[in-house]
């Protein structure tokens, strides 16, 4: 009965990673490019994160108005995306026409002038997050991607039953690549690669399954937003200082206009939590007469809501600093050697050793 299981497990095993083998080459690569991409993206756009501090700084609904007036072609929703965190920082505005078409706006804070604007896939992470999640497909690529993920987590979870008599030898380095074996050298690598990357492993399948749902449920219209119309006369300055006296240690990050009439005025940022939980995870939410409607302090938060909000930061690895990163890099490539070193071992069986017992 137990080689039974083995076998079966065996099977599912190879099956799933031969399937899922090229699209995990592909996630790994893009995958461990993400992680940097905020570091790379400023790198190719200086002068568009780096503004010549002013001496004041314009009025954030005049700066919402400037950017409805630069766009053509309809009435998206526009929201902050990022307010200026420091004085050389520009504010960038988000404007959403649909779930797969969204342009940023980068507006000098001091002159409302709009430095430089792009699409959400024309610019180095847009275009390789949307080719990550959705392979430039939409709701079709997330489908695809989402499968990819389910995939993985089952050649994960039965990899553990079929190598576990490898992982002690493995973690007490008994077990060695012998690269001059031909035999053997793909098997070890496969194994030694994938008993040290497990729990990364199982940890990127996860949240990767549950990024995608969201990416999913993003996507459930696929048409164009109905237009909201232009932004409402606010004063966003006062519901900062009013947001900021609300939660002690609030640092706004993002403002949300009301998308339809009803809608809250959000203002999104953090109060100094982990940064595991993102830098939005706090807000207090206000209605068209800056009455404050509701607070969440994320550091009160329950813990189904800390968990939902760790998703992101776990799969992009942008929570503990450059160290995580190059962590999250090097082990962002285990999937891709771990689906090549396995179709290796499979040809091998397949054709080469078949080939000589004939």
Same mark, same amino acid.
């Given at each position: 009965?137990?080689? #039974?299981? =083995?076998?079966?497990?065996?099977?599912?095993? *190879?099956?799933?990673?031969?399937?899922?083998?090229?699209?995990?080459?592909?996630?790994?690569?893009?995958?461990?490019?993400?992680?940097?991409?905020?570091?790379?993206?400023?790198?190719?756009?200086?002068?568009?994160?780096?503004?010549?501090?002013?001496?004041?700084?314009?009025?954030?609904?005049?700066?919402?108005?400037?950017?409805?007036?630069?766009?053509?072609?309809?009435?998206?929703?526009?929201?902050?995306?990022?307010?200026?965190?420091?004085?050389?920082?520009?504010?960038?505005?988000?404007?959403?026409?649909?779930?797969?078409?969204?342009?940023?706006?980068?507006?000098?804070?001091?002159?409302?002038?709009?430095? =430089?604007?792009?699409?959400?896939?024309?610019?180095?992470?847009?275009?390789?997050?949307?080719?990550?999640?959705?392979?430039?497909?939409?709701?079709?690529?997330?489908?695809?991607?989402?499968?990819?993920?389910?995939?993985?987590?089952?050649?994960?979870?039965?990899?553990?039953?079929?190598?576990?008599?490898?992982?002690?030898?493995?973690?007490?380095?008994?077990?060695?690549?012998?690269?001059?074996? *031909?035999?053997?050298?793909?098997?070890?690598? =496969? *194994?030694?690669?994938?008993?040290?990357?497990?729990?990364?492993?199982?940890?990127?399948?996860?949240?990767?399954?549950?990024?995608?749902?969201?990416?999913?449920?993003?996507?459930?219209?696929?048409?164009?937003?109905?237009?909201?119309?232009?932004?409402?006369?606010?004063?966003?300055?006062?519901?900062?200082?009013?947001?900021?006296?609300? +939660?002690?240690?609030?640092?706004?990050?993002?403002?949300?206009?009301?998308?339809?009439?009803?809608?809250?005025? *959000?203002?999104?940022?953090?109060?100094?939590?982990?940064?595991?939980?993102?830098?939005?995870?706090?807000?207090?939410?206000?209605?068209?007469?800056?009455?404050?409607?509701?607070?969440?302090?994320?550091?009160?938060?329950?813990?189904?809501?800390?968990?939902?909000?760790?998703?992101?930061?776990?799969?992009?690895?942008? #929570?503990?600093?450059?160290?995580?990163?190059?962590?999250?890099?090097?082990?962002?490539?285990?999937?891709? +050697?771990?689906?090549?070193?396995?179709?290796? +071992?499979?040809?091998?069986?397949?054709?080469?050793?078949?080939?000589?017992?004939?």
């Amino acid at each position: 009965m137990k080689q #039974y299981l =083995h076998k079966q497990l065996f099977t599912v095993h *190879r099956i799933t990673g031969l399937i899922v083998g090229i699209m995990l080459l592909f996630a790994s690569i893009t995958g461990s490019l993400l992680v940097f991409s905020d570091e790379i993206d400023e790198a190719l756009h200086q002068e568009t994160y780096h503004i010549a501090p002013g001496t004041q700084r314009k009025p954030l609904f005049e700066l919402l108005q400037q950017a409805g007036r630069s766009l053509r072609g309809g009435t998206p929703y526009l929201f902050f995306s990022r307010l200026p965190q420091t004085p050389e920082e520009p504010a960038i505005i988000r404007a959403e026409y649909g779930p797969d078409h969204k342009v940023y706006l980068f507006l000098n804070p001091y002159t409302g002038e709009v430095v =430089h604007q792009h699409t959400n896939t024309g610019y180095f992470s847009g275009f390789l997050i949307y080719l990550h999640f959705s392979l430039l497909s939409g709701k079709t690529g997330a489908k695809v991607m989402l499968t990819v993920a389910m995939l993985l987590f089952i050649s994960l979870l039965t990899g553990i039953w079929v190598y576990r008599k490898s992982v002690v030898k493995v973690l007490t380095f008994r077990l060695k690549p012998e690269w001059g074996s *031909r035999t053997r050298r793909w098997r070890n690598l =496969h *194994r030694i690669v994938g008993v040290w990357a497990l729990l990364f492993n199982l940890l990127i399948a996860f949240t990767g399954f549950m990024m995608q749902l969201k990416v999913l449920d993003n996507r459930k219209t696929t048409g164009p937003f109905p237009n909201v119309g232009a932004p409402i006369s606010v004063d966003y300055e006062s519901l900062l200082n009013k947001a900021s006296a609300q +939660i002690p240690g609030f640092e706004p990050m993002g403002i949300r206009p009301p998308k339809k009439a009803g809608d809250p005025i *959000r203002i999104l940022g953090h109060a100094h939590e982990a940064a595991i939980w993102g830098r939005y995870s706090s807000a207090v939410h206000f209605d068209v007469n800056g009455q404050i409607k509701k607070t969440v302090n994320f550091s009160q938060a329950p813990w189904g809501d800390k968990f939902n909000a760790a998703m992101a930061p776990l799969h992009y690895g942008n #929570y503990g600093g450059i160290p995580v990163k190059i962590l999250y890099v090097l082990l962002g490539l285990t999937p891709g +050697i771990l689906s090549v070193s396995g179709f290796l +071992i499979w040809y091998r069986r397949k054709y080469i050793i078949k080939k000589h017992q004939l």
